[in-house]
């Protein structure tokens, strides 16, 4: 404090905002390191949900423990409902054990183990620096992250000691106590920042000093609750109306809970005092309060899934599916990239919507090469923009993924899926270019097919067709017995184009007009219907090298690739 009682505002600020910065980064180093250690587990325990409304539930809270993030596990549910891979009742459960998880964080910097905070920097870095494997490394990253927790919650409280003696800031504390403008303040600054966890951390803190009573900083906390619902319902802006319904299902479920709770705060204080006797601090009463208060909402609202389901489908009604398909990506979420195996999920789930835009094109082609216009093949080709478009938006997104820190299972998922993409467009370029060509030579020529041989390329390309299919829901379901169908297709494929060339070659002998130029375009169209499938094939080697990455002989060990190879790229 400066002469004359007044206080040294800068030194505060600077103390307060610092700490809360160190102890903002520190979590998110504890958090990345989780994620690391734990998150290649994450994708299976999210894609193996039941219906059970408590499997999600804890599921939620298990996830939020690890990313530190209650909105960011409301938008990891988002991918799953839009793609039918769960329902708007089961990620209300995860939502919901979602504020569960975020408790974790309060009873962590609760621990009065400040002193130690120097230390596990130290350990922690030396860890990270000198460690000779990955996995040393992020349990480095984890107990760095965690000594800077701590650091900046010391940090935090030395600045705020001055205010100790300063009465007009003890009478705003005092002021706290009211639950209504306790939640206010909450709410505001929670919203402001876009974290509970810095809401937290300086409320532990003001509670340290003994600045703050426990029904003002339970007040603060529920506001805290109301406040991170912001940070999802920006989230969701021009997104998806699936979007828009996990983030009202995350507002309604914590706003609910806090006026359930609001005029009972002076009663759960007293009820966290007695269960620690009277003998612990406010900090960690605050920190058992917060806990409770999310545990029995979680406990309290599980029951009324059904309801909560029902309520939020009317607020928000899903636009009628006109068909249409578009170049936005659906499932790129920015906020997945730093949790990798579900961001690279969400990738999964994207290049199945590009390869709805691959299927449409490989439908009208045929059709347009055989007996379309110009016009009817300047129209399929036009398609291959949005191929194009939707493959570079994944080809970025999944850039922005490997700069995250990853394990070796999530490198291979990553150039399997890169892999996939490039073969679909590919099968894209194929179509634009090659077969898009032989139609408008078809028409320069004046060559007419026979009804037989297009009745042959009809059975050929239904067949390719068909591999296409199989070969995209084997690697949105990760089907390796739907991936063994389309490669058991080779031999029937291989058979019947070769049927198609000896009836070409008879054709060509017997007499007629224009016969050359009919037998090149027929045996050109054969040959990319047969490129095409190899591209398919390639696919589906993708998703059986993936159910067998464990077995070693699948990959190169100089490269980690699989022994095949990674598509080609194309030129553009």
Not at 176 to 197: C, D, H, K
Not at 473 to 478: D, I, K, P, V
Request: charge should be negative; hydrophobic fraction near 45%; charged fraction near 20%.
């Amino acid at each position: 404090m400066a002469n004359g009682g007044e206080l040294d505002l800068f030194t505060i600020s600077a103390g307060l905002a610092g700490g809360l910065a160190l102890f903002l980064f520190g979590l998110e180093q504890l958090s990345g390191g989780l994620k690391a250690v734990a998150g290649e587990k994450m994708k299976t325990i999210l894609g193996k949900l039941t219906s059970n409304r408590f499997m999600g539930m804890f599921t939620g809270a298990f996830v939020t423990a690890i990313i530190q993030s209650s909105s960011v596990t409301t938008v990891l549910v988002v991918g799953f409902i839009s793609a039918g891979l769960m329902k708007l009742t089961q990620s209300i459960g995860i939502i919901m054990g979602a504020n569960v998880g975020t408790t974790i964080t309060a009873q962590i910097i609760a621990f009065k183990i400040t002193h130690f905070s120097m230390v596990m920097v130290a350990v922690g870095f030396a860890m990270l620096f000198f460690g000779r494997n990955d996995k040393l490394k992020q349990y480095g990253n984890m107990l760095m992250g965690l000594g800077m927790v701590f650091l900046g919650m010391n940090l935090m409280s030395d600045a705020m000691q001055p205010l100790r003696s300063f009465q007009p800031f003890l009478d705003l504390m005092i002021s706290m106590e009211n639950p209504i403008l306790g939640l206010l303040v909450g709410a505001a600054f929670t919203a402001l920042v876009q974290s509970s966890s810095a809401t937290t951390g300086i409320v532990i803190a003001l509670a340290t000093q003994g600045l703050l009573t426990l029904p003002a900083g339970i007040a603060i906390i529920f506001g805290a609750n109301v406040g991170t619902c912001v940070t999802a319902m920006l989230a969701s802006i021009g997104k998806p109306r699936e979007a828009i319904r996990a983030a009202v299902v995350h507002v309604l479920f914590n706003v609910a809970g806090v006026l359930l709770w609001i005029g009972f705060v002076e009663q759960l204080a007293n009820v966290v005092h007695q269960i620690s006797g009277g003998d612990s601090s406010t900090a960690r009463d605050i920190a058992n309060a917060h806990t409770i208060f999310n545990v029995a909402n979680a406990v309290i609202f599980i029951w009324f899934v059904t309801p909560f389901a029902r309520l939020v489908e009317k607020l928000v009604p899903l636009e009628e599916d006109d068909g249409t398909l578009s170049a936005k990506p659906k499932y790129l979420n920015e906020p997945l990239i730093s949790t990798p195996p579900i961001a690279l999920n969400a990738v999964r789930l994207e290049i199945g919507e590009l390869g709805k835009h691959v299927q449409k094109m490989m439908t009208a082609i045929l059709p347009a090469t055989l007996t379309g216009t110009n016009s009817n093949l300047d129209k399929v080709a036009d398609m291959d923009a949005n191929v194009d478009t939707l493959h570079m938006a994944i080809l970025k997104y999944v850039r922005q993924v490997g700069a995250q820190p990853l394990g070796e299972e999530d490198m291979r998922e990553m150039v399997r899926l890169m892999s996939a993409a490039n073969h679909l467009e590919n099968i894209g370029d194929l179509i634009e270019t090659d077969m898009v060509q032989i139609g408008k030579r078809r028409i320069s020529e004046k060559v007419t097919v026979s009804p037989e041989t297009m009745h042959l390329l009809k059975g050929l390309h239904e067949k390719v067709d068909q591999s296409l299919l199989l070969a995209l829901e084997a690697l949105q379901n990760e089907g390796r017995d739907l991936a063994q169908k389309v490669i058991d297709m080779k031999a029937p494929i291989t058979k019947e184009a070769k049927a198609i060339s000896e009836h070409g070659a008879k054709r060509l002998l017997a007499e007629g007009d224009n016969r050359h130029h009919t037998y090149t375009r027929e045996m050109e169209t054969v040959e990319r219907l047969q490129r095409i499938y190899y591209f398919t094939k390639r696919i589906a080697k993708g998703v059986v090298a993936k159910a067998e990455s464990l077995e070693h002989e699948n990959w190169d060990e100089n490269t980690d690739l699989p022994k095949e190879g990674p598509a080609p790229v194309s030129a553009e």
